[in-house]
């Protein structure tokens, strides 16, 4: 049975599952969807066209589903901001929908805000991954499975994050990073060599991490083109899973790969 406080402002075209937690003067707006298990505090407010999936704990002031911050954006767009399952909110953390017309913003499951972090319009965060307090993602970023972003970090818009990356404190993030780096701490970040520690709390075999070791040497030392370097090891079939997996961020990135730590 759902306890819902009589002092929670809720529309009656929300959904509400079963076993749901709404704290007095929370907000859920029109064609909100709320799955079974979960927590709304205080003053959160979860705007219109979000979806939250099963046992998501969502914090005092948090604000989910607000409009795009996009200059562009038309307000009869109907736009999405869809979340998956065990995720948690801290207070004054907020997400918006995107900003295209039947689009969404994804969070998938297993995700921790905490307290301050803005994922913004049509970033897709995958599984598993830290946005720690303070930092921001502008619109659409990528962030890849289990990525750990320290606090007060700034990502650029269209960036991405390839998989078990650690982004470093307060770092500006200005491009893509490849999968299982770690970045520099302050200012623009930079790769420094590869999330040793996080990979092995992960379960990564040392032979893995001598693999990611590789495959970001194999980019780092290049000296040619990005053209050339995807010629020679894009097709290549012979590469461990890790490198090819560095290999095809390296062919998908738009934004370019930042740099490493000489």
């Known amino acids: 049975m759902s306890k819902i406080d009589s002092r929670a402002i809720i529309s009656a075209s929300a959904s509400i599952g079963e076993n749901v937690e709404i704290a007095p003067y929370a907000i859920i707006e029109d064609d909100v969807v709320i799955g079974d298990g979960t927590v709304i505090g205080s003053h959160a407010i979860i705007k219109k066209y979000t979806t939250l999936g099963k046992n998501n704990v969502v914090h005092s002031h948090v604000v989910l589903g607000d409009t795009p911050q996009d200059l ?17 909110f801290r207070e004054f953390s907020n ?10 913003t994804k969070i998938g499951n297993n995700c ?3 307290a301050s972090a803005h ?9 598993n991954v830290i946005i720690c307090n303070g930092s921001l993602l502008a619109g659409h970023c990528k962030v890849d499975r289990n990525v750990f972003i320290s606090g007060n970090c700034v990502v650029h818009q269209f960036s991405h994050i390839g998989a078990y990356v650690m982004v470093s404190g307060m770092a500006g993030v200005p491009g893509d990073i490849l999968p299982y ?6 200012g623009k970040a930079a790769s420094l060599k ?8 992960a379960g990564f075999s040392s032979e893995d991490l001598r693999e990611a070791e590789l495959a970001h040497a194999m980019w780092y ?3 040619s083109t990005r053209v050339a370097f995807l010629e020679k090891y894009l097709n290549d079939e012979s590469l461990s899973k890790i490198t090819r997996e560095v290999i095809d961020f390296v062919s998908k990135s738009t934004r370019g790969i930042i740099s490493k730590v000489r």
């Open 72 to 88: 562009a954006f038309d307000k009869i767009f109907e736009t999405y901001l869809t979340i998956g399952d065990n995720n948690t």
């Open 95 to 104: 997400v918006h929908r995107a900003s295209k017309e039947k689009s969404h």
């Open 112 to 114: 921790y805000m905490m």
């Open 119 to 127: 994922v913004g319009h049509d970033c897709e965060i995958s599984d």
């Open 181 to 186: 780096t770690l970045t520099t701490a302050a």
């Open 194 to 201: 590869i999330n040793i520690v996080g990979l092995r709390r």
């Open 221 to 223: 030392d290049w000296p």
